[in-house]
């Protein structure tokens, strides 16, 4: 009873002083954006403190609608605070395209979700809307080089990130993301020339990012593990299904069963914190030791399962004997049951390796054979590979 409680009244001080930090952030920028804008004359003010006015609230709703499990996503958010600050540079005087980056970029530091803005895009922020108004002037070109501008500026780490990412098969809709936020920022821009009401058909658009992106964030967290973001086994499952559904895969394919060795023991004597520590490494060279086109998911607690499409027994054998090499050659810096620094470098793994046979070898097949070779490897000792090329030899 005293601890609910006590986690009842932390909720709510938590709610409070989320609450006071919403309301005073959106003060703050309002006051500083009326503050800017009361001695301009014209609709230009009126404009400015539209777009901050907008820019906040469709930030707030899209972190109200933002579900708990997709603010747990440690991927970059839709940067739709591009879309706002574009269209201030290609609309207003410097010093208001100033007024509405500072306001719109600091609200995203300090209400955005994990992973979104920090102080470095405050700054590449207000120097790309700088960019993007020099070349304003220019036209139809010249707002669509003021939208890359700032593109480039504030979100080119993330686009390099994004790209490199291909190779490592994580999400690369971040670059999309960017450029439609630009683009639409762009759009504002011209259209808002001609009506500052322009501004709320930029709204819908905007909500659409924002929902596509949640949808995604709540797909990724269905179908991967939380510890090591590997696949999950029912994924992994429906996605090795499909792999053998062409006859070419399904006639040239392996299956390779990965289990940690001593785990229990591992847990028992570092703790479980060290035990996710050493799963995550270890995820990270199955992750790095395989292709884009492999299949990798965390099978249940320390196995893990590997689909390789269109290779051979021999080549399967080779994958799984270098995946075990670069396992016992890990290093793992970690903290003990005590809290205390402590570094792990014993770990290994049994691996068995089951490959098709026949034209209507299923997943369900492979796993079975797969176990099969596994637990005959854990039989001869351990640490080390099973499988029927190795068996023959």
Not at 35 to 49: D, E, I, N, W
Not at 137 to 149: F, P, Q, R
Not at 222 to 230: C, F, N
Not at 249 to 276: E, Q, W
């Amino acid at each position: 009873m005293g601890t609910g409680g006590t986690g009842g009244t932390s909720h709510v001080h938590d709610l409070i002083a989320a609450l006071a930090v919403l309301f005073g952030t959106m003060a703050c920028g309002l006051v500083l954006t009326w503050s800017a804008v009361s001695s301009v004359p014209g609709g230009t003010g009126q404009t400015a403190l539209s777009l901050v006015v907008c820019g906040l609230a469709q930030a707030e709703l899209a972190r109200r609608h933002a579900s708990r499990a997709t603010r747990q996503v440690d991927t970059p958010g839709v940067p739709t605070v591009s879309v706002w600050v574009v269209g201030a540079a290609l609309t207003l005087p410097l010093p208001l395209v100033l007024v509405v980056s500072s306001v719109l970029h600091t609200h995203d530091l300090v209400r955005g979700p994990r992973g979104g803005a920090h102080l470095r895009r405050v700054v590449a922020g207000t120097v790309g809307a700088t960019l993007a108004w020099s070349v304003s002037s220019g036209g139809v070109l010249g707002a669509v080089l003021g939208g890359l501008l700032y593109l480039v500026v504030t979100d080119g780490p993330a686009l390099v990130r994004a790209t490199r990412s291909l190779l490592r098969r994580e999400s690369h809709r971040a670059v999309g993301d960017a450029v439609a936020c630009a683009a639409l920022g762009v759009l504002l821009g011209l259209f808002a020339h001609v009506s500052p009401l322009a501004i709320l058909f930029v709204l819908a658009p905007v909500a659409h990012l924002n929902q596509a992106a949640r949808g995604r964030a709540l797909r990724y967290v269905a179908a991967h593990d939380p510890k090591t973001r590997l696949w999950n086994h029912s994924a992994w499952q429906a996605l090795s299904s499909a792999a053998l559904a062409s006859p070419r895969t399904r006639a040239r394919s392996a299956v390779l069963m990965v289990d940690l060795d001593h785990f229990k023991r591992l847990n028992d004597t570092h703790g479980h914190h060290a035990g996710d520590d050493v799963l995550t490494s270890v995820a990270h060279v199955l992750r790095t030791s395989t292709r884009r086109n492999d299949i990798v998911a965390r099978f249940g607690g320390e196995e893990f399962s590997i689909l390789l499409p269109g290779v051979t027994e021999q080549e399967a054998c080779q994958v799984a004997e270098r995946i075990r090499d670069q396992i016992a050659a890990l290093t793992v810096i970690t903290t003990n049951l005590h809290g205390r620094p402590t570094t792990i470098s014993d770990v290994t793994a049994s691996i068995g390796v089951a490959t098709t046979d026949r034209a209507d070898t299923s997943v369900d097949d492979l796993l079975v054979n797969a176990d099969r070779w596994l637990y005959q490897a854990k039989e001869r000792g351990r640490n080390r590979v099973c499988g029927p090329v190795l068996a023959a030899a």
